[in-house]
């Protein structure tokens, strides 16, 4: 889980982070490291009640600023697994065969 806003749509994005943003270096170039990639987020519910001259009673989904990011380590395992290799290798021979 991460500290970042998530909109419908966003999942499958990449997420990156500049591990020496707060390292204390007065300026720096960022060094962006693949934190992972998005994968959801996290709603908030607010039970709100608004009285003017008549009340008005609801609920409000808010964005929660916490998103849910599937670790880069884990998307290599994947990418890395016999299962996949052998899947990948079969389309590429597939595909060439085909020209």
Same mark, same amino acid.
């Given at each position: 889980?991460?500290?970042?806003?998530?909109?419908?749509?966003?999942?499958?994005?990449?997420?990156?982070?500049?591990?020496?943003?707060? +390292? @204390?270096?007065?300026?720096?170039? %960022?060094?962006?490291? #693949?934190?992972?990639? &998005?994968?959801?987020?996290?709603?908030?519910?607010?039970?709100?009640?608004?009285?003017?001259?008549?009340?008005?009673?609801?609920?409000?989904?808010?964005? +929660? @600023?916490?998103?849910?990011?599937? %670790?880069?380590?884990? #998307?290599?395992?994947? &990418?890395?697994?016999?299962?996949?290799?052998?899947?990948?290798?079969?389309?590429?021979?597939?595909?060439?065969?085909?020209?």
């Amino acid at each position: 889980m991460v500290d970042a806003h998530a909109f419908g749509g966003n999942s499958g994005s990449p997420v990156f982070v500049d591990p020496d943003k707060y +390292s @204390g270096t007065p300026y720096s170039i %960022p060094r962006l490291q #693949l934190l992972g990639v &998005l994968s959801g987020e996290v709603f908030e519910n607010t039970d709100l009640t608004l009285t003017v001259t008549t009340t008005i009673s609801g609920n409000l989904p808010a964005n +929660s @600023g916490v998103s849910v990011v599937v %670790p880069a380590f884990e #998307l290599a395992r994947l &990418l890395e697994s016999p299962a996949l290799k052998e899947a990948r290798d079969k389309l590429v021979a597939s595909q060439q065969s085909a020209k």
